[in-house]
C-alpha cells in the first residue's frame, strides 16, 4: 500500500512518500541520519506533522517520521527524545508535581518539534522553559549539545532549525518549577476560564484542565471525528510590520523585538472571511474552521492544490483590504500559494 502525507499529517493532504523509515530510539535515528549523508536520496525529517503541508506530488526521497518517544524526568527536567509525543510530556511532568509546560498542553505534534516552530501558547514559547538540547548536524556529521542561545529564537516562531536541512533535534530538555501555583496568567481568556484576575496564579493541573477547555472550544486539540482540527493549527503567521497601515489602525497590537505583531485571525475576519468561511467556495473540500478564523481546515478530501488555492484567496483578499500580506506559519514542502 502506497503511504502518502494524507496519512501522515493533520492536515491530511499530500502526495505519495518516496520511502519512509521511522526510527523508534535515539540511536536508530542517528544511524538513519548518518546513512542519509552520502546519499543523493533527499530526506525530509518530520514528527507529528501538525505543522506540515505536502504538495500532492509527494516527496520523492526519504522520510523521516521520527517516533523516539522516551522521555525521562530528573530533579526540575524532563528530557524528551525528539518523537516523544508533545502533550505526553506536558502531562507526564505535571503528574510529576513540576510547572512550566502547562499553558503548552493539548499543542499536537512532537517534543523534537517545539524548538523547530519555538512553539507558543497562551503566553508561554518554548523558549522560555528550554534548558538544552541535542542536535545532529548533517553537515559534520557531529552531535552537539546547544544551548537555547543557539537556536535562533527571535521574532514570532522563528528558529534555526525551520527549513535547515542541517540540523535534526534529536532531544530536547526543560527546565521546570517544583511548585504548586503557575505563572501568572496574563491571558484575559485563561484567566476569566480559571476565575482568576489576569495576573494572579492557579495550580497548574487546573492550567492545564482550562487550557484544555479553551483550546478544544477553538477547535485546537486534535479530533479525526472533528473537520475544524483537520489543520496546521495557524495556518498563516501574525505580521510583524514596522509600520502599521492606517487600514489597520482597529487592528490590534503586540509587541514584538522587530516591530509591532498584529493578530493574523482579526485581519482575516476583518478582511471579509468570517469563520467558516469557504463552504461554498470551490468544490468545498477547504474552509476557514468554523471556530477560529486563523485554521485553514479540510472538510474531507481535500488535496494540497485546493488547501494553496484556498489560502492564497484568503491572503489576496486581507493584502487588497488591509495593504498586507500573510504568510504561511506552517512548512510547505513542494507546494506553495
Ligand atoms: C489543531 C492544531 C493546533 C495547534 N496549536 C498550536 C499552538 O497552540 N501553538 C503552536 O505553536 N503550534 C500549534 N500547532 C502547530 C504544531 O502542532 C506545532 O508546530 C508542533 O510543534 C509541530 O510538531 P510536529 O512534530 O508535528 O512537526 P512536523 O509537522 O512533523 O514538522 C514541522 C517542521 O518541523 C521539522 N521537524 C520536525 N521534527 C524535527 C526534528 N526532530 N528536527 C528538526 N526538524 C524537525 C519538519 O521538518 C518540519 O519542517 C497546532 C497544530 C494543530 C494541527
Known amino acids: ?166 540540523w535534526v533535534v534529536v532531544d530536547v530538555t526543560f527546565r521546570l518549577r517544583r511548585a504548586s501555583q503557575s505563572r501568572s496568567i496574563e491571558y484575559v481568556d485563561l484567566a476569566k476560564k480559571l476565575d482568576i484576575e489576569v495576573g494572579g496564579t492557579a495550580p497548574p493541573s487546573d492550567v492545564r484542565d482550562a487550557v484544555l477547555e479553551l483550546r478544544r472550544s477553538r477547535g485546537m486539540v486534535l479530533d479525526p471525528e472533528d473537520h475544524d482540527t483537520w489543520s496546521v493549527g495557524s495556518f498563516f503567521v501574525n505580521p510583524v510590520l514596522t509600520h502599521v497601515p492606517d487600514s489597520a489602525a482597529g487592528c490590534p497590537r503586540y509587541f514584538d523585538v522587530k516591530g509591532t505583531k498584529l493578530p493574523a485571525a482579526w485581519l482575516i475576519e476583518h478582511a471579509g472571511f468570517p469563520r467558516g468561511y469557504g463552504r461554498e467556495w470551490g468544490n468545498g473540500t477547504v474552509a476557514l474552521s468554523s471556530r477560529h478564523a486563523l485554521a485553514v481546515t479540510n472538510r474531507g478530501g481535500a488535496t494540497a492544490a485546493d488547501v494553496m488555492k484556498f489560502a492564497a484567496h484568503v491572503r489576496d483578499g486581507v493584502e487588497a483590504h488591509f495593504g498586507i500580506r500573510l504568510g504561511p506559519e506552517c512548512d510547505l514542502v513542494n507546494c506553495s500559494f
Open 1 to 166: 500500500m502506497t503511504i502518502t502525507f494524507a496519512d501522515l499529517t493533520t492536515m491530511r493532504v499530500g502526495g505519495p512518500v518516496g520511502r519512509l523509515r521511522v526510527p523508534e530510539t535515539t540511536p536508530q535515528l542517528v544511524e538513519i541520519l548518518r546513512e542519509s549523508r552520502g546519499s543523493d536520496d533527499p530526506l525530509l525529517v518530520m514528527g507529528g506533522g501538525s505543522n506540515l503541508v505536502v504538495g500532492d506530488i509527494g516527496w520523492h526521497g526519504t522520510v523521516v517520521k521520527v517516533a523516539s518517544s522516551e522521555f525521562d524526568i530528573q530533579g526540575d527536567q524532563v528530557t524528551a527524545a525528539a518523537g516523544a509525543v508533545w502533550d505526553d510530556v506536558v502531562s507526564a511532568s505535571l503528574d510529576e508535581g513540576l510547572a512550566g509546560l502547562e499553558a503548552l498542553s493539548g499543542i499536537p505534534g512532537s517534543a523534537g518539534g517545539t524548538p523547530v516552530q519555538n512553539v507558543g501558547a497562551f503566553g508561554t514559547v518554548t523558549a522560555d522553559v528550554l534548558e538544552s538540547l541535542t542536535v545532529y548536524d548533517r553537515q559534520t556529521d557531529c552531535l552537539e549539545r546547544w544551548s537555547p542561545d543557539r537556536c535562533g529564537f527571535g521574532s514570532h516562531r522563528q528558529s534555526v532549525f525551520k527549513r535547515s536541512g542541517r
